[in-house]
């Protein structure tokens, strides 16, 4: 199973970004989103496609339609400057697959 | 506190063996889904392997046969013994916890398999 992931999205500070996973019917799927900052490890940020970690902001929400998974970050900081990375488990294969990754640049 | 420390990433040449390490705290690895992700340089994240509290083990195609998930009770620790060891293994290493998503990340491990 395949995910594709845009390579990068640029968001003005306060401003709306959105970041898709596009797969096959993936809205059948379970989706989970990672956020990485440069030289750390990952940290969950959206599990099963709308679901918040405690800890992390309201900022962060997820959906999950048809063919594509969307991560939306409400009044972006720069503190989301950061790669993010969408997930499933394939059960076909018996894999998790991850997306290729997307980096958010925060003007 | 609730954590995992990875050890045992090293220089190791193409065709060598190596025993990564996970220990926990804070929670019991027997009781939960634990999982090896790694990331190549400067590349995206790849899952490697993970065991079900079960005992079920699971890998990725480019390292079945290769590499070998296992835990200790009595230590707390999940491990990845990896053999035959290629240039293209060469990544981080992070042991993760599997709860809803991957929840619990280690700080990861270096494996530079070069000669």
């Known amino acids: 199973y395949e995910v594709t992931q845009p390579l990068s999205v640029s968001v003005t500070l306060g401003q709306t970004a959105r970041i898709t996973c596009g797969g096959n019917s993936i809205g059948g799927r379970n989706v989970h989103w990672y956020q990485q900052r440069p030289g750390q490890a990952p940290v969950l940020v959206i599990y099963r496609d709308t679901n918040r970690p405690s800890g992390i902001p309201e900022r962060f929400s997820g959906s999950n339609s048809r063919n594509t998974a969307t991560l939306t970050i409400d009044s972006a900081q720069a503190g989301d400057e950061a790669d993010y990375y969408c997930q499933l488990w394939d059960s076909t294969t018996a894999v998790w697959v991850f997306g290729g990754g997307t980096q958010l640049t925060v003007l | 506190e609730v954590q995992l420390v990875e050890s045992g990433g090293a220089l190791i040449q193409p065709g060598g063996s190596l025993r990564l390490s996970c220990a926990a705290s804070?929670?019991?690895?027997?009781?939960?889904?634990m999982n090896w992700v790694r990331q190549a340089p400067g590349k995206g994240l790849e899952w490697v392997s993970g065991v079900y509290s079960g005992g079920d083990a699971y890998y990725a195609d480019s390292v079945r046969g290769r590499f070998t998930i296992s835990r200790d009770n009595s230590e707390n620790t999940v491990s990845l013994e990896m053999n035959t060891l290629k240039a293209e293994d060469t990544a981080v290493y992070y042991c993760a916890r599997a709860v809803h998503g991957f929840d619990l990340w280690g700080q990861g491990t270096l494996v530079t398999v070069s000669s």
């Open positions: 804070g929670f019991n690895v027997i009781s939960h889904y």
